[in-house]
């Protein structure tokens, strides 16, 4: 593939090809968009745009429910040289925040969403007397229903120098910092990904992932169409609340390339041990990308073992590395291989040392999975804290350099500065080493925990008492913190605790116990929390568990040694069954929280994965009869069951 003069060179390519991007909204909800298509509506979009007085340079928040409304504004501001920012529609006041906090640090924003979700917005901003929210959005705001129009916009003709879109991450609400992606950086790693992924004309790619996230956005859709090959985007609410139709519509549109994070894998393992599909022939897939976040290597291995039977192939596992600062992606392992990693003593995994080889069955032993080499235009280096570079074999800090590496933090110089080093390359904030030419991650440097002089990384800790029943990935989090006046950092455990308070000690004793024998650390403390915080792709956001107990919010409970349960509601004998019904189900999920018929779902500390899971079960007694955005309207139990009654 020759390399793209610009972002907008991307479509224009494909324009004229018989190819699609297929919309994934329900079991028998789908609608396919030609390249042609697309850019005819993009077209249209920037119309509206430019009407609007809308001009290159500014932004275009682009928070929306809807896969297909999203790509058709997306490409509408890219092809007038106007800047998209990707937001996620999330489904609490903290996500709602985020919004205004980024358009915040825009300089002339626009905002795209739905009609129903700009009376939220418009709600949020009116409760939060949040002025300049509400007047962004009466005076810069447009809705799907607003962008029906005749009209054709002006195509923009832009340098590689010019910004493409900002990515924001899916982590910090508080203090959210957006990524410039340039047209260089895209038309460089699209070049990278299509010559390291060697795509073929029958390939055919399918993905959850949210079209917010760059893996969704850049690696299963931009780069799809740099490739020219048809694909598709299923709903993530969908994959959330019917995992198992992921790899049933993989079979059914014969899929070859697909993607997950690590927690996709395991959610997907977990309604597949409750009711296995009967027929599905994975025979189609060559290719399984796995990254975004820590990659479990015994995961990996159930995966692979439970989908052997319906001919998903072992060298599929395609484990790779990236972020959103590399325009997605850096690493790419050797196709056609099964995946391989190393086994080290974690003792050794120290900043500036060389690691040590372990035996799988040693105590100390910790897997780390290969990732593979750079993609081209893109290389990387291991330094100590100095940002020196180290030889192959020693533990350090990962730092990439390329065309495909951002420039900064938008409209944020000082941040910008501290990510980038004298001689120009990006600090990740990730560790890890380089062995026989693969690079390895151990883990994030600022989630290191230092324990007598070592290193320890939370995800091998958390690893270790996910052993435990009861503890699965997601359900533990472990991080370090050093409290004023102290010495040394506490290495602190954070679990969802079940109802009963008895059961904590004992909890405690065993997490203790597995944690001393196989790392041989002491746990400073267990502390039991009514919700584990994830970002709206599913990651666990630890930072914010270890701030709150610096801030001493678990004080009091710490002192107790027990930890506050909720009292468990006295139903009344003559409730509705199905009231009844939905408590139940609640509580399978919710196992740190007992839910009221009229406790507010939104209100109790219960994550957005969490109710997915509800809703989940819910949708698996009821078919089709509610949706999680149901709850928006219907947020209590009560009140859900009587939207579900009308339903039935």
Sequence with gaps: MNRYASLIDVLFSQRDTPRSVRIINGENDELAIGFNELWMRAESFLGVLQDRGVLPGDELIVVSKSNEDFLIAFWGAVLGGIVPVPVAVGISDEHRAKLFRIAGQLKNPTIFTDEDLLQRFREFAADHNLSGGVELLDNRCLTDVDVISDTTGRVYSPSLEELAFVQYSSGSTSDPKGVCLTHGNMTSTLAGQVAGLKFESSDVALSWMPL????????????????????????????????????????????????SPNFGYKHYLKMFERKPPDNMDLSCVRLLLNGAEPISIDLCNEFLAALAPFGLKRHAMFPVYGLAEATLAVTFPELGKAFSYITVRRHSLRIGMPFEAAQPADDDAVKFMKLGKAIAGCEYRITDDSDQPLADGCVGNIQLHGENITDGIYRDAETTASVMTADGWLRTG?????????????????????VNGQNYYPHDIEEIIGQLEGFELGKVVVGGGKRPGRRVEELLVFVLHRKEPELLQSIARDIRDIVGKQAGLEVDHVIPVKRIPKTTSGKVQRAILINEYLDGEFDGLLSTGLTVVDSVPALDPNED??????????????????????????????????LTEIMLAVDEKYPAAVDINDLFDHPTIRELAAFLASRK
């Design 430 to 450: 990730d560790c890890g080493t380089i062995t026989e030419g693969e690079l390895v991650i151990t883990g994030r440097a600022k989630d290191i925990i230092i």
């Design 212 to 259: 917010t996230h760059d893996m969704g956005l850049i690696g299963y859709h931009i780069t799809m169409l740099a490739a020219g090959i048809d694909h598709a985007i299923m709903d993530t609410s969908v994959f959330v609340r019917r995992p198992l139709l992921w790899l049933s519509k993989a079979s059914e549109h014969r899929a070859t390339i697909l993607c």
């Design 577 to 610: 069954p199905l009231i009844a019904e939905l408590v139940g189900i609640c509580a399978e999920f919710s196992k740190e929280r007992v839910v009221g018929p009229d406790d507010n779902l939104f209100e109790v500390g219960l994550s957005s994965l969490t």
